[in-house]
């Protein structure tokens, strides 16, 4: 006997289709950079916002307050940070990302600087955020100083919707 004579022909039921799924995968995204050389006067303990005039591509953000990236949707979010900075005086200088003026613990670095090197501060941090939340940088430092952003693109901020 042919065992391909045995063989059965069935088919398996299929089920419900399930929901679809974002188009475009990433829900919410914008950035802001900054490429000018400049001068920031940071005063005695004192957060200062690091510029960020030019906006990158955004999609359920917006960008109607200052230097800053606002939020439309409530989600996890991952924040991207960049910067490089030089100090006219040593001294110890902070920059942190901050929501709605306050820091982000796991982004908030202290070093001390040499005057006239450049240091680059960047990270990235996942953080849940509200809807109409404000993500912004900020130096501050112990004593009143001049802190100069570096040639070329001296500091960037961009958030991403992961859910």
Do not use: C, H, W
Not at 18 to 42: D, I, S
Not at 60 to 77: E, F, K, M, P
Not at 139 to 162: D, E, R, Y
């Amino acid at each position: 006997m042919n065992p391909d004579s045995y063989l059965i022909n069935f088919t398996i039921p299929r089920g419900a289709t399930g929901p679809t799924g974002a188009a475009n995968g990433l829900n919410a995204y914008g950035g802001k950079y900054n490429t000018t050389t400049q001068t920031l006067n940071l005063g005695i303990g004192v957060a200062t916002q690091i510029p960020l005039p030019t906006s990158m591509p955004n999609l359920n953000t917006t960008y109607t307050q200052t230097n800053s990236i606002t939020v439309a949707q409530a989600g996890t979010y991952e924040i991207n940070y960049f910067s490089n900075i030089s100090v006219a005086v040593g001294t110890t200088l902070t920059q942190a990302i901050r929501i709605n003026a306050t820091n982000i613990p796991s982004t908030v670095t202290s070093r001390v600087l040499s005057v006239g090197v450049g240091s680059i501060y960047s990270g990235s941090v996942i953080v849940t955020l509200a809807a109409g939340d404000v993500i912004d940088m900020a130096l501050s430092a112990l004593i009143a100083v001049g802190v100069t952003l570096g040639t070329g693109v001296n500091a960037t901020l961009t958030v991403k919707k992961l859910n």
